[in-house]
Every structure is written in C-alpha cells, then in structure tokens.
C-alpha cells in the first residue's frame, strides 16, 4: 500500500505543476453533477446493475486546447450489494452484506474526439474519454438484528486489533461520455468512469474466514455474527473462502453536469486581422 499512494501523491505533483503551468491557456468551467453509483466486487461479482446508489458531486475543468483538459471532482456515492440477489448458490449461502458511503477525490486527463470549442456555432458538441486516479474514503457497514454497524472494526477476516485495512485507499480511473453546449456559457456532461481500485476490502470481505471463538474472545460476539452469515453449517469453517483475492473491487458513477464556462470566445477565421 506504501508503493501504491508514492505513486498516487507523484501523480498528484505532476499534476498540480499541469494545472499551475496552464493558466495562460484556454478557459476553465465549473459545475455541479448528479447520479447513480454502482459496487463491483466480491458480493456482486456477476456485475449486477440493480442497487444503485445516490452520487453527485462538484467539478472543476481546465481546458489546455480545444482537445485537452484537466478536470479535478469532488464527489460523494453510496454503494450496496446482497448476496441474497446472486445467481451463485455459494454466493447466497455465504449470505453476507454491505454498504457504504464514499467520499472520493478524482483528478483525470481528457481527450475529445472532435474539435471542441465554447461558443462556437458547430464545434460546440462532442464524445470525450479519459483517464486518471482517484483518493476515496470508505466505511463498509452491514445490519444485524436492526442495528447498522461497522464492519472494519469487527476485524471479520481475523484482523488483529490496530491491523485492521485502512479506510482510506485509491485507485485509477477510465470513462468517456459526450458533452453540448446549451448556450455560449454553459453545457451538458452526460458521463461514466469506473474506479479500478486499489484495496479489496471495500465490501469488507476479501479472503477466508476467521476462528470463530478467537475473533469472539478479542471482538466480541457481534463480531463473530458479523464475520459468518451462512445459511448452511461448515460453510463459514476456519480457513474456508469467504471472498476472492485474485481481483481489486471497483465502483462506477453514471452522472450528468451542469458545466459553466468561464474565459473568453475565440474570434472566428474569417474576423482575425490577417
């Protein structure tokens, strides 16, 4: 994990000098987006679409070019899954659950595909992607007997006290969508990003189950409730698969914006003093 946020505060530098050495550049736009957000991952491993959580978020963008732009967000997402809704018979025997709130930080380099340009009375539409990396907190909770608690510190994979997994994690990011202007000042951003995160205990589950009457002794017995939830007897046995460590969890968020454009138009061809 140490390796993993060198990277990620590199990348936040070489960013930051971008962002500073592009204020002589074209203008900068900021907005507000509002949408869904979507969990991948150990409890929903079939990519299931039907728990869809609130998300929105703010955003600022810095357009180097009529192709290039730096765009930073700050947004918020909640995200669920139940191994109730699996297809999988293991899946809906293990019987677990979770949700959280995210809060995440995102800072990405777009491309459009098409010349784009404020203002202008035919370059002012077109499909973008892009990519970067995300710095999110998260608190996976689950609900026993109508009472919500947090998992991460029921240590329910048999973490000893203090080397519980940090709450704090990033990942990178990859997602597209399509831009329009609505007059000279403001546009639409309809927009997908999938978060390919670094952590795998954002469902709180990743490896194996723990000894029952160990995590009981140092956790408590809520713990113990917490960790195995399996409707068939030996299902949840010391050392047998609770979760799936060949692959990282993800999240998506699925939004639309309301961008304002704050600099100048540029002069069509035909105005310029030649």
């Not at 204020?23 to 979507?38: H, I, N, P, V």
């Not at 390919?196 to 009981?216: E, G, H, I």
């Amino acid at each position: 994990m140490k390796i993993q946020f060198r990277y990620i505060f590199l990348i936040i530098f070489l960013t930051f000098g971008m962002y500073v050495s592009s204020f002589a550049q074209k203008g900068y736009e900021l907005g507000g987006w509002l949408g869904t957000s979507y969990y991948f991952g150990d409890l929903n491993t079939n990519f299931r679409l039907n728990k869809p959580g609130l998300s929105f978020g703010v955003l600022a963008r810095k357009n180097f070019n009529h192709r290039i732009s730096l765009r930073t967000t700050l947004s918020y997402g909640r995200v669920r899954a139940y191994d109730s809704d699996s297809d999988n018979n293991f899946e809906r025997n293990r019987n677990l659950s979770f949700r959280s709130n995210i809060f995440d930080w995102s800072n990405v380099i777009e491309f459009n595909f098409f010349h784009y340009e404020h203002g202008h009375h035919t370059y002012n539409k077109t499909p973008y992607f892009y990519g970067g990396f995300n710095v999110f907190q998260f608190n996976p909770t689950a609900e026993l007997n109508g009472e919500r608690y947090s998992l991460r510190q029921m240590g329910t994979e048999g973490q000893t006290l203090g080397q519980e997994y940090n709450s704090i994690s990033g990942g990178l990011i990859l997602g597209g969508g399509f831009k329009i202007d609505i007059n000279r000042d403001l546009s639409i951003n309809i927009d997908m990003s999938t978060r390919f995160l670094f952590t795998d205990y954002l469902d709180d589950v990743s490896t194996v189950f723990p000894d029952k009457q160990t995590l009981t002794d140092t956790r408590g017995p809520i713990a113990a409730a917490l960790s195995d939830r399996s409707l068939i007897d030996g299902l949840g046995a010391q050392g047998r698969q609770r979760g799936d460590t060949k692959g990282k969890d993800k999240y998506a968020f699925v939004g639309i914006s309301i961008v304002r454009y704050f600099g100048g138009i540029e002069c069509p061809d035909i105005s310029r003093i030649q």
